[in-house]
Protein backbone atom coordinates (compact mmCIF):
# COMPACT_ATOMS: atom_id res chain seq x y z
CA UNK A 1 0.00 0.00 0.00
CA UNK A 2 1.37 3.48 -0.74
CA UNK A 3 2.20 5.53 1.38
CA UNK A 4 -0.98 7.60 3.01
CA UNK A 5 -2.88 5.50 1.04
CA UNK A 6 -1.76 7.32 -2.36
CA UNK A 7 -3.36 10.34 -0.96
CA UNK A 8 -0.29 12.71 0.00
CA UNK A 9 -2.90 15.47 0.66
CA UNK A 10 -3.76 13.38 3.79
CA UNK A 11 -3.38 15.26 6.71
CA UNK A 12 -2.38 13.76 10.22
CA UNK A 13 -5.40 14.35 11.57
CA UNK A 14 -7.60 12.72 8.62
CA UNK A 15 -5.07 9.31 9.03
CA UNK A 16 -6.09 9.62 12.61
CA UNK A 17 -9.98 10.04 11.93
CA UNK A 18 -9.38 6.79 8.91
CA UNK A 19 -7.75 4.39 11.59
CA UNK A 20 -10.92 5.20 14.16
CA UNK A 21 -13.21 4.37 11.72
CA UNK A 22 -12.09 1.42 10.54
CA UNK A 23 -11.54 0.15 14.13
CA UNK A 24 -14.89 1.04 14.67
CA UNK A 25 -15.78 -1.05 12.00
CA UNK A 26 -13.69 -3.81 12.93
CA UNK A 27 -15.36 -3.50 16.56
CA UNK A 28 -18.91 -3.50 14.77
CA UNK A 29 -19.61 -0.44 16.44
CA UNK A 30 -20.31 1.37 12.98
CA UNK A 31 -20.75 0.88 9.37
CA UNK A 32 -19.06 3.32 7.00
CA UNK A 33 -21.84 5.62 5.98
CA UNK A 34 -22.38 5.73 9.74
CA UNK A 35 -25.14 3.17 9.81
CA UNK A 36 -25.88 1.24 12.72
CA UNK A 37 -24.38 -2.03 12.91
CA UNK A 38 -26.04 -5.05 11.61
CA UNK A 39 -27.88 -2.79 8.79
CA UNK A 40 -25.18 -4.25 6.34
CA UNK A 41 -25.48 -7.35 4.72
CA UNK A 42 -23.62 -10.12 6.49
CA UNK A 43 -22.18 -13.54 5.16
CA UNK A 44 -19.25 -14.92 3.04
CA UNK A 45 -19.66 -12.73 0.40
CA UNK A 46 -20.10 -9.50 2.75
CA UNK A 47 -16.82 -10.69 4.82
CA UNK A 48 -15.06 -10.68 1.94
CA UNK A 49 -16.29 -7.45 0.63
CA UNK A 50 -15.27 -5.92 4.11
CA UNK A 51 -11.48 -7.44 4.40
CA UNK A 52 -10.27 -6.11 1.15
CA UNK A 53 -13.19 -3.22 -0.07
CA UNK A 54 -14.14 -1.52 2.90
CA UNK A 55 -11.67 0.64 3.73
CA UNK A 56 -12.23 2.77 0.81
CA UNK A 57 -15.53 1.83 -0.36
CA UNK A 58 -17.09 1.07 3.07
CA UNK A 59 -18.90 -1.69 4.79
CA UNK A 60 -22.22 -1.03 2.99
CA UNK A 61 -20.16 -0.15 -0.05
CA UNK A 62 -21.37 3.85 0.56
CA UNK A 63 -17.83 4.88 -0.24
CA UNK A 64 -15.51 6.80 2.24
CA UNK A 65 -14.68 10.60 1.73
CA UNK A 66 -11.77 11.02 0.11
CA UNK A 67 -10.87 7.23 -1.22
CA UNK A 68 -13.52 5.20 -2.54
CA UNK A 69 -16.74 5.04 -4.81
CA UNK A 70 -19.68 4.60 -3.57
CA UNK A 71 -21.30 0.86 -4.41
CA UNK A 72 -24.77 2.16 -3.43
CA UNK A 73 -27.47 4.12 -5.62
CA UNK A 74 -27.01 7.17 -3.75
CA UNK A 75 -24.37 10.51 -4.53
CA UNK A 76 -22.41 10.94 -2.13
CA UNK A 77 -20.46 14.38 -1.78
CA UNK A 78 -16.74 14.58 -3.15
CA UNK A 79 -17.44 10.81 -4.49
CA UNK A 80 -19.06 11.41 -7.39
CA UNK A 81 -21.79 9.69 -9.17
CA UNK A 82 -22.44 5.70 -7.26
CA UNK A 83 -21.52 2.92 -9.28
CA UNK A 84 -24.67 1.85 -9.06
CA UNK A 85 -25.75 4.59 -10.99
CA UNK A 86 -22.72 4.93 -13.38
CA UNK A 87 -23.10 3.47 -16.79
CA UNK A 88 -19.76 2.46 -16.31
CA UNK A 89 -20.41 -0.19 -13.38
CA UNK A 90 -24.01 -1.32 -15.05
CA UNK A 91 -21.91 -1.84 -18.21
CA UNK A 92 -19.51 -4.64 -17.08
CA UNK A 93 -20.26 -7.83 -16.80
CA UNK A 94 -18.54 -9.84 -14.07
CA UNK A 95 -15.79 -11.56 -15.61
CA UNK A 96 -14.95 -7.55 -16.66
CA UNK A 97 -15.23 -6.81 -13.21
CA UNK A 98 -13.03 -9.47 -12.08
CA UNK A 99 -10.50 -8.33 -14.50
CA UNK A 100 -10.73 -4.54 -13.18
CA UNK A 101 -10.69 -5.93 -9.51
CA UNK A 102 -7.23 -7.99 -10.58
CA UNK A 103 -5.61 -5.13 -12.26
CA UNK A 104 -6.65 -2.08 -10.00
CA UNK A 105 -6.88 1.60 -11.21
CA UNK A 106 -3.22 3.10 -11.27
CA UNK A 107 -3.49 6.88 -10.15
CA UNK A 108 -2.65 7.94 -14.05
CA UNK A 109 -5.27 5.71 -15.44
CA UNK A 110 -7.21 8.78 -16.82
CA UNK A 111 -10.61 7.07 -15.83
CA UNK A 112 -9.32 7.15 -12.27
CA UNK A 113 -11.41 10.07 -10.65
CA UNK A 114 -10.43 9.73 -7.12
CA UNK A 115 -6.55 10.72 -7.18
CA UNK A 116 -5.67 7.64 -5.42
CA UNK A 117 -4.56 3.80 -6.65
CA UNK A 118 -6.91 1.36 -6.93
CA UNK A 119 -4.32 -1.30 -5.63
CA UNK A 120 -4.69 -4.68 -7.65
CA UNK A 121 -6.61 -7.23 -5.80
CA UNK A 122 -8.29 -4.32 -3.21
CA UNK A 123 -4.30 -4.73 -1.87
CA UNK A 124 -4.65 -8.19 -0.75
CA UNK A 125 -3.07 -10.50 -2.76
CA UNK A 126 -4.24 -13.62 -1.14
CA UNK A 127 -7.41 -13.32 -2.65
CA UNK A 128 -8.24 -15.77 -5.55
CA UNK A 129 -10.39 -15.71 -8.45
CA UNK A 130 -13.17 -17.27 -6.53
CA UNK A 131 -12.95 -15.05 -3.42
CA UNK A 132 -13.02 -11.91 -5.85
CA UNK A 133 -16.15 -13.39 -7.83
CA UNK A 134 -17.56 -13.73 -4.26
CA UNK A 135 -16.54 -10.26 -3.71
CA UNK A 136 -18.84 -9.30 -6.89
CA UNK A 137 -21.91 -11.12 -6.09
CA UNK A 138 -21.27 -8.82 -2.73
CA UNK A 139 -21.21 -5.64 -5.31
CA UNK A 140 -24.07 -6.97 -7.14
CA UNK A 141 -26.35 -7.36 -3.90
CA UNK A 142 -25.51 -3.63 -2.87
CA UNK A 143 -26.26 -2.85 -6.62
CA UNK A 144 -29.60 -4.28 -6.04
CA UNK A 145 -28.77 -6.62 -9.25
CA UNK A 146 -28.85 -10.54 -9.30
CA UNK A 147 -25.48 -12.48 -10.67
CA UNK A 148 -25.12 -12.89 -14.19
Same mark, same amino acid.
Given at each position: ?6 ? +? ?7 ? #? &???? &????? #? ?7 ? +? ?24 ? %? ?14 ? %? ?6 ? #? ?18 ? +? ?11 ? +??? %? ?8 ? &???? &? ?6 ? %?????
Amino acid at each position: MPPKGGN +PALTDDELR #S &IIKH &IRDLQ #SGKESAAGA +PAGSVPTGPEAALFVASCSSCHGADG %GGVEGLGKSLKDSEVE %GLGKSLKD #SEWAKGKSDDELLAFIKQGR +PIWDAENTTGIDM +PPK %GGNPALTDED &IRAI &IKHIRTLQ %GKTQE
